[in-house]
């Protein structure tokens, strides 16, 4: 089957601007998660949404947001972009469960300049 | 709050056998998992460890103590293919959330 999708691969913004990643997850997965990955930083929790619901948040400003659609797809959002908001974004998709694994996409990377 | 520690680099030999340490202190515990990352790559699965013990999965051994918040991933018979970072995270009992560590980045040398 199909491993979760993220789009698009490689992006550049400016500055100031704002920016929108998409992520489908695999068939089935009803719980997505994003994470921001620097070099030195590990993966640092932005969020997870479940069945459309936010149910978890991470210490990131509110200048990040997500959302999450009824086929479970999901975006994420940076508004006012900063030099620093420059990393790698990954998305992880997992059915229901405690003991379930994560599989995650290739990630978005994300340049600001 | 929530922390998990892992050396930041290791060095291995071709061939040769290498473990990987991840010490964790965090307000709750579901597990442990283990993930593999090639750079430019996704972190993919190698292990999750709920009770104390060590699991095998041919080349690669997980352990797990919960007394002692410490868990190590074991690489035997070491490839050149197997240098990549390596990263533990405990998931949460109380909200099934992931807290990672910065992860190990094992360089295999011939």
């Known amino acids: 089957k199909a491993g979760v999708t993220q789009t698009p691969r490689y992006l550049i913004k400016t500055r100031g601007q704002q920016v929108t990643l998409s992520c489908s997850p695999i068939?089935?997965?009803?719980?997505v998660s994003w994470y921001q990955q620097t070099p030195g930083q590990g993966l640092q929790f932005l969020f997870e949404?479940?069945?459309?619901?936010?149910?978890n948040k991470g210490n990131f400003p509110g200048r990040f947001s997500g959302r999450q659609f009824s086929n479970s797809r999901s975006e994420m959002n940076v508004s006012t972009l900063e030099l620093g908001d420059s990393a790698l974004y990954l998305c992880a998709s997992s059915p229901v469960g405690a003991d379930t694994e994560a599989f995650f996409g290739q990630g978005t990377r994300l340049t600001v300049v | 709050g929530q922390n998990i520690d892992q050396p930041t680099e290791m060095t291995a030999t071709e061939g040769a056998i290498v473990q990987i340490n991840c010490t964790y202190q965090t307000s709750g515990f579901n597990g442990l998992f283990w993930y593999q990352q090639h750079a430019g790559e996704a972190p993919t699965f190698l292990s999750y460890?709920?009770l104390d013990g060590l699991e095998e999965k041919g080349r690669f051994s997980s352990f797990l103590s919960r007394s002692k918040g410490y868990s190590y991933l074991l690489l035997k018979e070491l490839q050149m293919k197997d240098s990549a970072s390596y990263l533990c995270a405990v998931k949460m009992d109380s909200n099934y959330q992931l807290i990672w560590g910065a992860g190990t980045k094992l360089i295999i040398k011939p």
């Open positions: 949404y479940f069945s459309e619901t936010q149910r």
């Open positions: 460890n709920v």
């Open positions: 068939s089935g997965h009803r719980s």
